[in-house]
């Protein structure tokens, strides 16, 4: 039994070759928009994680100096100690978010990985399967 794939002529060989390879760039070019879409959105949400940490910094800034004040106006430890307390903790949760959107924000986290791969597989197939005809 003969191969179909052999058998044909060199022309419509070459005809789907082009026409398979077209398919696969159009493909990976979709791939590839709606990775960077995907990725531009988590890129969008880390800018709004920084834009919380600084409201929350403003606020919690407002919230120290406050309980400075208050510490400097009273020896009563109460409130004063609630106000610290509350500022910290504010801080702390600014830090974290801040961390987390400059994190989101990282270059390689921005990049489409699967595509590339893809598209490395992709040719790595190409190169294979013209060395074996």
Known sequence: MTDPVRSQNPATLATDALRLSGDLVRKEIALAKAEM????????AGLGMIVAAA???IVTLNVLTAA???ALAETDLGPI????IVGVV???LAYGLLR????DLKPENLMPTRT???VQRDANTVK???HDA
């Open 55 to 57: 409201v929350i910094g």
């Open 90 to 92: 504010l801080a702390i």
């Open 116 to 118: 590339v791969e893809n």
């Open 68 to 70: 400075l004040v208050a």
């Open 81 to 84: 100690w609630s106000a610290v």
């Open 37 to 44: 879409r995907r990725n531009l959105s988590h890129a969008g």
């Open 100 to 103: 987390k959107g400059l994190a």
């Open 128 to 130: 294979e399967a013209y």
